[in-house]
């Protein structure tokens, strides 16, 4: 049975431990195979899933995302193939799943039939990089009527009066923008990155992940040290570019260890 | 019915428009919300502005009576020649606000995106008069079919980035566009080519291309001693078309026709006609008319024109088909080939392919195409149409479509 990714978060807090989110697209390299990739991961220590449902228009996404998810859309992938690769993950892990993906296709679906499918499909949450809560008006009713999760974003640039607004839209968690910028593996941050991920964590107290940019242990560890979890995307995708599938699959496993260990071995309670 | 106080404060003309953006930017849309509801109050934005598009752009633009076109087409056509602006189209009105506004927001590189290469060569010839960093992205497909503009941007100092995602153009480069400003967002400032985008870009865009209808009205006031029967324009993003129409909406016994790419036909699948065949969906920053499939993928566009070719159209545009308050037609490529040829042979004035849709309109559509044209006596409809710019840069479009024909 899945659990819900709020219920994840307060067994997580119990634990003192972070959480670890690793991000795949629908459909990249294959539907098969981010099967396969979701549960090396989930086996490799993976806490929730985050996973992309493409769209033609990645607007927010760095060159990675972009062509996993034009990949993705020339294999032919619909919609209800990311649902029912939502539910089969879920049914062999039971690990919450949040869905990443732009407002358009979520549109033209209808907003109620989106998060019914969805809900049946077992996603436990939804995050929407082209909608800030004052668009998302409709989306908040129905989502709360259906219990269904909803995280809205922060960014370096977001002024910290915004930080309440975008805390009381969100159900599931809050997702932390590290950097100004696209998806994208990065190595290095800006030093005020620390000092903006502080100021998020002062004004939030709702479970807070970290993303855009974390490519491994040594960046996830800065990064959770100031959050309760991190998601981790782009850096994936590119291992996924550069090698064959069981290539691949197998790095992907070894470096959600290895962040997993990383962000392990941060002693809980100095996230303040 | 649209009025002054379009848009609302959330930057909403009806249900469209709206600010459908990732996080990062929504202060920079703040900002430059506030930013401009100051400086468009203030005597000395508004006079630097006009004085520019005075001296600069060489406004007032004439309102020139086509006597050949007219018996041609069985109206009298006036034509706004947004051509005579300096860089060859209405782009650099929008152009020189907007860095104008920049200046004052202390931002010092500027990007945009561009289809034709107008409104990147705008901008670029803005930034070169200003002394300001300049980034164009420009889809790689029509670096290629425009290549005397990028020719032109490149050497006023600006660099082009060839965009090769997607179709490789207009939407692309946008998509490009925006991601450099998520990126940049703290030095650059984004300079939309088009009455689209987020808050408060259709608003502002409309209103620093309001000029061509202002001028356009007292001219016909002038010359006709009345308003025209019809206003045309074409409608890539809409920002000629709201730029001439706005000054008329009140006029209701104006009709105002806006034109569209039909590419090959509209029941081909390939053209730009977002008005005509789209439904209300997101792209780009606002909830406007857009092709899109049924999983909500965006449909990549069709047209001869790359200044057409954009799967979506401003926000103010959807509202005012909605309304009904103006008609949106659209011609294919062929015609709109046929109206550049013909107007520049009845007339000596080479259209860009964008206009030429409007052009194509007063010869094939039903409005005008009833009368009877050679009737001596009969009161021909009058109409002003937005000559939006010069087609220098469509020749080897031009010469290579007629090659196949
Ligand atoms: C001459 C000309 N007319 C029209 C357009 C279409 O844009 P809009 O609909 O914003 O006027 C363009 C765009 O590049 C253009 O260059």
Not at chain 1, 173 to 188: D, I, K, P, S, W
Not at chain 1, 222 to 250: E, H, P, Q, W, Y
Not at chain 2, 25 to 41: H, I, P, Q, S, W
């Amino acid at each position: 049975m899945t659990i819900s990714i709020a219920h994840k978060f307060k067994l997580l807090k119990t634990s003192g431990r972070k959480a670890l989110i690793p991000f795949f697209t629908a459909g990249y390299p294959s539907l098969a195979e981010t099967e396969k990739l979701a549960l090396t991961a989930v086996s490799a220590g993976a806490d929730v899933l985050e996973i992309g449902m493409p769209f033609s228009d990645p607007l927010a996404d760095g060159p990675a995302i972009q062509v996993s998810s034009f990949e993705a859309l020339k294999s032919g992938l619909k919609m209800k193939d990311t649902f029912s690769l939502v539910e089969r993950i879920a049914g062999k892990t039971g690990t919450p799943i949040a869905l990443m993906g732009y407002y358009n296709p979520i549109l033209a679906q209808g907003i109620s039939k989106f998060v019914r499918s969805a809900k049946s499909a077992g996603v436990s949450g939804l995050i929407i990089p082209d909608l800030p809560p004052e668009e998302a008006g409709e989306l908040r009713d129905i989502a709360r009527d259906a219990q269904m999760g909803l995280s809205f974003l922060v960014a370096p640039t977001t002024g910290e009066k915004r930080y309440a607004t975008i805390a009381k839209a969100s159900s599931a968690f809050v997702y932390a923008v590290t950097v100004a910028g696209v998806t994208g593996a990065r190595t290095t941050f800006a030093t005020r990155t620390d000092d903006y991920l502080r100021s998020v964590r002062k004004a939030i107290s709702k479970p807070l992940v970290a993303g855009f940019g974390i490519s491994d242990g040594v960046t996830a560890k800065k990064m959770a040290l100031r959050v309760d979890g991190v998601v981790v995307g782009s850096a994936f995708i590119d291992l996924m570019r550069k090698n064959t599938r069981a290539t691949a699959r197998a790095r992907v496993g070894a470096l959600v260890e290895e962040i997993r260990k990383s962000i392990d071995s941060l002693d809980s309670g100095r996230n303040s | 019915m649209a009025n002054k106080s379009q848009p609302d404060r959330d930057g909403r003309f009806g249900e469209y428009g709206g600010r459908f953006v990732p996080e990062t930017v929504v202060f920079a849309l703040e900002e430059l919300t506030r930013a401009y509801k100051v400086a468009r109050g203030e005597k000395e934005f508004k006079k630097r502005f006009s004085d520019l598009l005075r001296d600069y752009v060489g406004r007032p633009s004439p309102l020139y009576f086509a006597q050949r076109f007219s018996d041609k087409v069985g109206a009298d056509v006036y034509l706004k020649r947004e051509d005579l602006n300096h860089t060859g189209a209405h782009k650099i009105n929008n152009c020189l606000g907007q860095a104008l506004l920049a200046m004052r927001m202390g931002k010092k590189r500027i990007i945009a995106e561009t289809g034709a290469g107008q409104h990147g060569l705008a901008t670029a010839t803005v930034c070169a008069l200003f002394g300001l960093e300049c980034v164009i992205y420009m889809g790689a497909k029509d670096v290629q079919r425009q290549a005397p503009n990028v020719r032109k941007i490149e050497f006023l100092g600006a660099k082009v980035v060839p965009v090769t995602s997607g179709a490789q153009t207009l939407k692309d480069a946008t998509n490009e566009a925006m991601r450099d400003w998520v990126t940049n967002i703290e030095t650059t400032f984004y300079i939309i080519g088009s009455a689209v985008g987020p808050h408060p870009y259709p608003m502002m865009v409309r209103d620093f291309q309001s000029i061509i209808g202002k001028e356009a009205r007292r001219q016909a006031l002038g010359r006709l001693g009345t308003l025209p029967d019809y206003v045309v324009a074409c409608v890539g993003g809409g920002s000629n078309a709201i730029g001439i129409m706005n000054a008329f909406l009140r006029d209701t016994k104006v009709e105002l026709i806006g034109v569209e790419a039909g590419g090959y036909g509209l029941s081909s699948g390939m053209h730009s006609a977002s008005l005509t065949k789209g439904r209300p969906g997101v792209l780009h920053g606002s909830y406007s008319y857009l092709l899109f499939d049924n999983e909500g993928q965006v449909i990549l566009p069709h047209s001869i024109s790359a200044g057409l070719d954009y799967p979506g159209v401003g926000p103010e545009h959807s509202h005012l088909r909605d309304t009904g308050r103006v008609v949106y037609r659209s011609v294919t490529d062929k015609q709109a080939l046929t109206a550049f040829k013909a107007l520049s042979l009845c007339e000596g004035i080479i259209p860009a392919l964008e206009s030429s849709h409007a052009l194509a309109y007063l010869m094939v559509g039903k409005e005008f195409k009833s009368r009877d044209k050679n009737k001596a006596g009969k009161k021909r409809p009058s109409v002003i149409l937005c000559l939006s710019g010069r087609g220098d840069k469509d020749m080897d479009i031009v010469e290579d479509a007629q090659g196949k024909v």
